[in-house]
């Protein structure tokens, strides 16, 4: 129980990676925050996962690029609980196209998840989250590849990177902030639209001969929330299997 009385806010919890990491961190003492944007049901479900385990959760539906929203979630959190220990920053969106091939809308919507959405909750946790805590920010292995159709989805990873690094010296009260970088991982969100060939390329890519699995992802953010990691801070590991 390594993380028990830690009150865990987790970004895009209702299924895939932030799923599992949500159930991971609620097995082991945390109580969970499950956010959502418009997944109320499986959120839901997600929660009902954690109390039938013996464990403590809520859903709070907020749209992480929606500065007021976000205001919202995290005093919904501290209302509920006391206070934030813990925030993993696990939403955000992929659309896969060549450069040439992205809308303005393209462009806008990944930026405004991924790193406005990051942005707005690094400024709300500046305020609110508690003395000694831990902050992990999704990036992505993509940062280091040249995978065509990867532009703009990787740009902004770069971008949370960056953020990380800085607000590392900033935040101060003792909170370590990280990034954590995912390769290629079974969830509906990365299959979508992938052959059987292409996943087994990637999954030939890395030092195990396969992809990751959400929850070989969750562990990591076990140990990076746990206070076993405090001396960790301003960096971005990567979680690929030697992908990258």
Excluded: C
């Excluded at 954690?50 to 959760?57: H, K, L, T, V």
């Excluded at 813990?86 to 806008?108: C, H, P, R, Y």
């Excluded at 990787?154 to 990034?179: C, D, H, L």
């Excluded at 890519?205 to 960790?232: G, H, N, Q, Y």
């Amino acid at each position: 129980m390594k993380l028990e009385n830690k009150v865990i806010l987790v970004t895009g919890a209702s299924k895939g990676i932030g799923k599992e990491i949500a159930i991971l961190l609620a097995k082991n003492g945390a109580k969970v925050i499950v956010n959502h944007s418009n997944s109320e049901k499986e959120a839901n479900e997600t929660v009902r996962t954690i109390i039938n385990n013996g464990g403590s959760a809520i859903a709070v539906k907020a749209d992480v690029s929606n500065r007021e929203e976000v205001t919202h979630l995290f005093d919904k959190a501290i209302e509920t609980y006391g206070r934030i220990d813990v925030l993993v920053n696990n939403a955000g969106v992929m659309i896969s196209k060549k450069i040439k091939d992205n809308t303005q809308e393209d462009f806008t919507k990944q930026f405004d998840v991924n790193v406005r959405g990051i942005f707005n909750t690094l400024q709300e946790a500046d305020k609110k989250l508690a003395d000694n805590g831990n902050i992990i920010n999704f990036s992505s292995s993509t940062v280091k590849l040249m995978f065509p159709t990867y532009a703009l989805y990787s740009a902004s990873k770069a971008a949370v990177e960056q953020m990380t690094r800085v607000f590392s010296k900033e935040i101060g009260r003792g909170i370590s902030v990280n990034a954590l970088a995912p390769g290629a991982t079974e969830t509906e969100l990365f299959l979508t639209g992938k052959s059987q060939e292409t996943i087994d390329k990637l999954g030939a890519m890395t030092a195990f001969d396969r992809i990751a699995k959400p929850i070989d992802i969750a562990r990591v953010v076990l140990f990076l929330s746990s206070d076993d990691s405090k001396w960790i801070s301003g960096q971005v590991i990567g979680a690929n299997g030697a992908l990258v």
